[in-house]
């Protein structure tokens, strides 16, 4: 079965708020089980939508779907933000517990992000350190917040939970193509305790300034595909995560068989990242043939003391890179986040007790990897003392330092606790590595491709 918006009154000037129309489309699919949903006119404007099972929201080419910015229209729903399992406020497209959805066309999906965008900076300019309007103190209420929840750097402290521009939680069989993706309030796609999802020649374009649009997070999920696309955002471009902490922990859901291929990513924090939520367990991840514009980092594991869970398993091959503040950073001192009161135990150089909180990276190799005009080193690998990277593996790799624009060597990662250092090659500390094929070019005279630190006895 085949519908389209018009048949439920949508109206396509793009002002007019379409809500009603597409749930009733919505709700009109899935009485008979499902179908399409076409959306061909100019520009509709709608509140949040709740993709149902069996159901296809097709966005044709010249087609603009946007989304209200009052805050008022994103009611608290159970999902999951930086890691923990909480009220937030509802994603743009929500999928709960759905099967067989897709999302496709050749259409432009725009979150309308800069109100969003806007508040956060605003509360920020004012020390906002706490829920203080309306929607965050219920946001607390429901969350019985009571600040002690692990964050990534997004202001769970503030409960100004920001939505989603797509979420999938609990679902299965999903597919997104072709379409375009921009200006998120947070993060652009977010598939949670998902499986089988394949996404396609998709676009995700976020301003570079825009706080926490990282592109696709996927979230505790497995047998994910991402291929042919294009990311460029304001934080991460795509990451992979699995629940933080203790909670992450007992839930036990990993992120697992994930391919990542033919696809493009600029300007963001990282290019394809792993963590910072690693509790449930990450493995088997294999990205190729990807290239890399001007993302500070480009292969990137980032994790601390407090998250746990096992990042095993995972192999990147035939990468293209070029200005990046650092090529390869992996990072078990990650600094976004953490409580002043916790970083004298978190970001400690001594060993400390190992423990269900203590995070253990091993079976990483990475080849065929080409970097020119990085700007501040050619690599950031830093274990724990009590928990060592093992068994990283890096083969024929090129690895090209800028003589222009240079930074200092302390921006290739967001770390604390570390000794700052001057040498721009790949620094090492607490961690197995073996090279075979390994190239630093543009080093200053006398200085080694690596360089390895000394741990504590």
Not at 191 to 199: Q, T
Not at 410 to 415: D, L, N, Y
Request: charged content about 25%.
């Amino acid at each position: 079965m085949i519908v389209d918006i018009e048949e439920f009154g949508g109206i396509d000037d793009g002002c007019t708020d379409n809500s009603k129309a597409f749930a009733d489309a919505m709700a009109a699919l899935s009485e008979t089980g499902g179908g399409t949903l076409r959306i061909m006119g100019s520009a509709y404007l709608t509140g949040p939508i709740e993709l149902l099972s069996n159901i296809s929201l097709e966005i044709g080419k010249n087609t603009t779907l946007s989304f209200v910015s009052d805050i008022n229209r994103y009611p608290p729903v159970l999902t999951r933000w930086e890691g923990v399992v909480c009220y937030g406020l509802h994603p743009l497209i929500f999928a709960r517990g759905a099967k067989n959805i897709e999302l496709k066309g050749e259409g432009t999906i725009d979150g309308n992000g800069q109100p969003w965008w806007e508040a956060l900076r605003r509360k920020k300019r004012k020390g906002q350190n706490k829920p203080l309007e309306s929607f965050e103190t219920e946001l607390a209420e429901l969350n019985k917040f009571n600040g002690g929840q692990p964050s990534g750097g997004g202001g769970r402290e503030i409960q100004f939970l920001r939505p989603p521009l797509v979420q999938f939680f609990g679902c299965s069989d999903v597919a997104i193509e072709g379409l375009k993706f921009q200006n998120s309030p947070f993060w652009t796609i977010h598939p949670v305790f998902s499986n089988r999802i394949s996404i396609r020649n998709i676009s995700i374009h976020n301003p570079s300034d825009a706080p926490n649009t990282d592109g696709i997070d996927i979230d505790s999920c497995k047998d994910i595909l991402v291929t042919g696309s294009t990311i460029d955002v304001g934080d991460d471009c795509l990451a992979v995560k699995a629940g933080s902490g203790e909670q992450g922990i007992s839930e036990g859901k990993s992120s697992e068989r994930i391919v990542i291929r033919d696809c493009h990513f600029k300007q963001g924090h990282g290019g394809v990242v792993i963590g910072s939520e690693t509790a449930g367990g990450i493995y088997e991840i294999l990205v190729s043939d990807c290239s890399f514009d001007g993302t500070d980092r480009g292969v990137r594991i980032k994790t601390r003391r407090g998250r746990g869970g096992t990042v095993s398993r995972l192999r990147f091959s035939d990468l293209h890179m070029k200005r990046a503040l650092c090529p390869v950073a992996i990072n078990m001192y990650y600094r976004c986040g953490a409580k002043l009161e916790e970083c004298s135990k978190l970001f400690s150089l001594e060993h400390q007790p190992v423990d269900a909180l203590t995070p253990h990276i091993h079976d990483i190799e990475i080849s065929n990897l080409r970097a020119q005009e990085c700007r501040a080193s050619a690599g950031f690998i830093i274990g724990l003392p009590e928990s060592p990277i093992e068994n990283l593996r890096m083969r024929n790799c090129r690895i090209e330092l800028s003589r222009n624009d240079i930074v200092a060597p302390s921006e290739s990662e967001m770390f604390e606790g570390l000794p700052e250092m001057q040498a721009r090659g790949i620094r090492i500390r607490n961690a197995n590595c073996d090279f075979d094929g390994l190239e630093v070019l543009g080093l200053p005279e006398g200085e080694a491709p690596y360089f390895r630190e000394p741990s504590p006895n």
